[in-house]
């Protein structure tokens, strides 16, 4: 006997919250995650994803779902605006179900980290939002008290692929009282990985205190030229 959708939290939640497509924002039934055309649409992109593409720099893999394109360039754009968490948690078992691409056995999971004023001010940090579902369904522990962020007013995504790696050496560093990482398997998660220099400063932090394998995961990656 199939359960009735009126013990689905789902179904009372749409009635005060109506259920969207995350990439797209159509109106959608409760217990629908993407609208059709989405769907096919994000089927498509992970399989041109461009497996071929070199992990970041001081990683020992890479795992990542979809080109950075339409439509997954939507949904990433709803975790960005604070709109919605359904991308993030679907993206999230699907990472986990491909885990077993790794070398290794994952002890960690940790995120690039984001100024706590601009965390607040979308609601959450994406980053550490997908690790969180990543780890609920990966059956694996979180830890956001490595890595910190610092404050600049220049944005990254006005800088080519040098600049970047230049400028990531002085954003991103280690919180002065910090969980013991030696000897641990950590996974760094990210919502898009661009030129690969923040995953790889944060993969050099981590290896500095002692980490044995690093792997970024993330749920779009950009096309690499």
């Known amino acids: 006997m199939k359960s009735s959708r ?4 789902n179904y009372w939640i749409d009635i005060i919250i109506p259920n969207c497509c995350p ?11 993407f609208c ?14 461009g497996k071929e593409y070199p992990p970041p720099a ?32 679907y993206s999230a078992q699907s990472i986990a179900d491909k885990l077993g691409e790794l070398d290794f056995s994952p002890d960690l999971i940790t995120a690039v980290p984001m100024l706590k004023i601009k965390a607040w001010a979308r609601g959450w940090n994406q980053a550490e939002l997908i690790a ?9 522990k979180c830890d956001f008290s490595i890595l910190k962020q610092h404050f600049s007013r220049q944005h ?22 910090h969980t013991d990482v030696k000897g641990k398997n950590i996974l760094i998660c990210d919502d898009v990985i661009t030129t690969g220099s923040t995953i790889s400063k944060c993969a050099e932090l981590l ?5 044995d394998h690093v792997a970024a995961v993330s749920i779009c990656r950009t096309e690499i030229k």
């Open 156 to 177: 990254q995504h006005s800088l080519n692929a040098k600049e970047r790696a230049e400028f990531v050496g002085d954003l991103y560093s280690l919180r002065r009282k």
């Open 207 to 211: 290896r500095s205190i002692g980490a």
């Open 6 to 9: 009126f013990l689905n939290k």
């Open 23 to 33: 990439c797209c924002g159509k109106l959608l039934r409760w217990d629908q995650m």
């Open 58 to 89: 001081n990683t020992d893999g890479c795992i990542w779902l979809y080109r950075y394109d339409e439509p997954a360039k939507g949904g990433i754009m709803t975790l960005k605006n604070g709109v919605g968490k359904k991308f993030a948690i």
């Open 132 to 140: 969180r579902k990543l780890g609920k369904a990966a059956g694996i």
């Open 36 to 49: 059709e055309k989405c769907r096919e649409g994000l089927d498509s992109l992970a399989k041109r994803r």
